[in-house]
């Protein structure tokens, strides 16, 4: 498809597992952001990756938060050590470089820890 | 802190009725600004953007925005409404400085009555 694709689109685990959320860009944009979007709130960015610059983490909320990304292609979110209060669904979204530039958002991927 | 306020968490208006979505900013400069809606079950789409110049922006599904800086404000305007456009809307700004990281408000959510 041509959209952000992300993957699992649901996903439960226990308290305490570690979770991996994997976002495949749009081809072609070398900008992507993971935020996260608790029930009934607005989007908190955790963080953006441009090419080949060192990533923005200035969202991660915790060192249990980690994400990683292969030049363009695909980026992983990793959670360790799950918390319920980390039950979410975490957005990713892609764009060409540039603040200017729209950003164009998956599904998400929605978190529940039990 | 640079953030985004959205003063009206629910409104609802009546099919035909004009709508204004509230957004206020808390920045040193003149962000970019946005506005994003997200329908039940589906991604967020851009409904528009502005940069710079024309401070009334026109945006797709007949929507359109004013910037105000003497306000830090950014509306969101349709002049009438259709039950489609039920949905969560939310503003958010980015800033030339930080790439294409964008902070969001919590959301309006709109109702729309037959």
């Known amino acids: 498809g041509a959209g952000v694709s992300q993957s699992p689109s649901n996903k439960v685990t226990e308290k305490g597992k570690d979770v991996e959320l994997r976002c495949d860009p749009i081809?072609?944009?070398?900008?992507l952001y993971w935020y996260r979007q608790r029930l009934g709130q607005g989007l908190e960015f955790l963080i953006y990756?441009?090419?080949?610059?060192?990533?923005?983490k200035s969202g991660l909320p915790s060192d249990r938060f980690s994400a990683e990304r292969t030049g363009e292609s695909v980026s992983t979110l990793t959670i360790q050590r799950t918390q319920q209060e980390d039950s979410a669904v975490y957005l990713c979204?892609?764009?060409?470089?540039?603040?200017?530039?729209?950003?164009?958002f998956g599904d998400g991927t929605r978190l529940s820890i039990l | 802190a640079q953030s985004v306020t959205q003063p009206d968490i629910h409104i609802t208006v009546s099919e035909g009725a004009s709508l204004e979505l509230r957004c206020n900013y808390s920045y040193g400069a003149t962000p970019y600004l946005f506005w994003y809606v997200q329908s039940p079950g589906q991604g967020l789409q851009l409904l528009l953007k502005?940069?710079?110049?024309?401070?009334l922006v026109q945006g797709i599904k007949g929507f359109e925005a004013e910037f105000k800086r003497s306000q830090s404000s950014f509306n969101l305007r349709k002049p009438s409404v259709h039950w489609s456009d039920a949905a969560e809307y939310f503003c958010?700004?980015?800033?030339?400085?930080?790439?294409?990281?964008?902070?969001f408000g919590q959301g309006t959510e709109l109702s729309v009555k037959p």
């Open positions: 958010a700004v980015g800033f030339y400085n930080q790439g294409g990281k964008l902070i």
């Open positions: 979204a892609s764009s060409s470089p540039g603040s200017l530039q729209p950003q164009h």
């Open positions: 081809s072609g944009h070398t900008a």
């Open positions: 502005y940069f710079s110049g024309d401070t």
């Open positions: 990756f441009q090419g080949n610059s060192a990533p923005d």
